[in-house]
Structure formats: C-alpha cells, structure tokens
C-alpha cells in the first residue's frame, strides 16, 4: 500500500510539472507573438515617420528652389539665370511629384494600419494642404515667368525694330548726307580747260572765234575742280588769254620765275559767278 501511493505521488507530481511547461511555454509563445506585433508596429511607424519626414524635407527643398528662382528672376536677360530658373523649375516639379506620391501611399496605408489612424489621418491632411498651398505658389510663379518671358519676347521684338528702325535711319541718313555731298560738290564745281588755238578748235571748244557755243564740245578735255580749294591754275605757257566771262578784278594772271603763267583766282564766288566753265587759250 506505501509502495502505491508513493507511486502514485510521484505521478501527480510528474503531471503536475509536465502541465506547468506547458503553460510557461504557451505563455512564451504569446510574449513571442506580442512582440512581433510590437517589432511590426515599430517598423510600420518608423516607415511613415520616414515618408513624413521625407515629405516635409521635399516641402523645405522646394521652398529654397523658389527663392533661387526669385533672386534669378532679377536678371531674366542673363543666359546663367535663364538656365538656373530652368534648372530649378524642373526640381520643383519632380519634388512635387515626389511628395504627391508619398502622400497618396500614406492615404493607402490608412486603410490597413491600426497606429493611431486619428492622429495619422490628420497628419496627412495637413501634409496635402501644404502641398496644395505650395503647388498653387509654383503656378503662380509659372506664370510670373510666362508673363516675363512674353514681356522679354516683346521687347526683344521691339528692340528689334529699333535696331532696323536706326539701321534703316542710319542708312537714310547717309544717303541723304551723300545727296548733299554731291549737290554740295555740284554747287562749288566748276571746270577748266586750256589749250592752243588748234587744241580748242579740235575739241570743239573754240568755233568761229566763239568759245562753247557747239553744243558737241568734247566735256571730257575739261578738269573739274572745287572753287573753295583750287584757286590756282599753272598754265604752263609765257602766252595766256582768258577767252570766258569771269568779272575783272576777282582774278590775277601771274608769271614765275621762268616767265609762265599761272591764274591766281583772288575772289571765287565773283569769279565763278557768270561761268563754272574757263576756257584759257595759251602758245
């Protein structure tokens, strides 16, 4: 009979610690299982605090890209500005795009997370209106910038026509300075011409004793000459007669050393004034 019940001592105690394993272990195992959903919670909340922060950093880059785009605009003529604008404009819209698409992934995620789906949902509602302020700032400026770059269009045109308005007066001008350069020379031009008896008589210069009155004299024997500078013709003869109409007293005929004669004209306008053509017959 002792020998049963010690048998049957031993037994329940045997049970006994058998059950209690069972409940440590199960027990475990549920420790086990909390702290995985803890380790996912965890991990879960630290990926959206990351596309939070990233977003929020997106936001930060942007703004700084406006205000570069802003101290460029100062310059818009400028080719490093132009390319800075552009440059920065397109960062905009490809950060923009960045955060639209974050924050539509975290929307998504609302619908199958159980951290705090009230303080998160209001999270992500203050991310989009930030992002619908900043994408309304960016249209804004996009339209700053169109509106400069008609303006710059606009007075590149006109600036333009300036241009071909002063190049066309530019060359209006030089024309019409070369009309009265040549009527200015026209009006103090007159020629002469000398010769032998015979030579006049050969060019139709002197005819019948009269001198140019053959409407066929040969112009070309005659040298043109400007009345404000040419007021001395060498003749090259000892034997000189003035055969035109030139008043008395506005000319000299002077000899040199070796007894030839030169015209010396002393009063241009008075000489000119009844011919612009001279006619001197020499020996």
Not at 140 to 168: H, N, P, Y
Not at 263 to 283: A, E, G, H, M, N
Request: with cysteine.
């Amino acid at each position: 009979m002792k020998k049963l019940f010690f048998l049957s001592l031993c037994l329940l105690a045997l049970t006994a610690c058998n059950e209690g394993k069972k409940v440590e272990e199960r027990a475990q195992r549920e420790r086990d299982s909390l702290m995985q959903v803890i380790d996912e919670k965890e991990n879960e909340l630290n990926d959206i605090m990351g596309s939070i922060n990233e977003i929020q950093e997106g936001f930060r880059q942007i703004n700084e890209a406006e205000g570069r785009i802003t101290v460029a605009n100062g310059n818009p003529e400028s080719a490093s500005s132009k390319e800075l604008i552009r440059e920065n404009m397109q960062f905009i819209q490809q950060t923009l795009q960045q955060n639209r698409d974050m924050i539509a992934q975290l929307k998504q995620r609302l619908k199958t997370t159980t951290i705090n789906v009230e303080r998160l949902t209001k999270t992500i509602e203050n991310l989009q209106k930030q992002l619908d302020e900043q994408n309304l700032r960016v249209q804004d400026l996009e339209a700053q910038l169109a509106e400069r770059d008609v303006q710059i269009a606009q007075q590149g045109e006109q600036i333009s026509q300036l241009t071909e308005d002063v190049s066309d007066l530019t060359a209006d001008n030089q024309q019409k300075q070369e009309t009265i350069q040549a009527q200015d020379k026209d009006l103090n031009s007159a020629w002469f011409a000398f010769g032998t008896k015979q030579d006049l008589k050969a060019q139709n210069i002197l005819k019948k004793g009269d001198v140019l009155q053959s409407g066929d004299f040969n112009k070309g024997y005659f040298k043109q000459i400007d009345i404000r500078i040419d007021k001395e013709i060498k003749l090259y003869s000892k034997h000189a007669e003035i055969l035109t109409n030139h008043p008395a007293g506005s000319y000299q005929l002077v000899r040199d050393a070796k007894k030839q004669y030169t015209l010396k004209i002393t009063d241009p306008q008075t000489f000119w004034s009844v011919s612009r053509f001279l006619v001197i017959q020499v020996k």
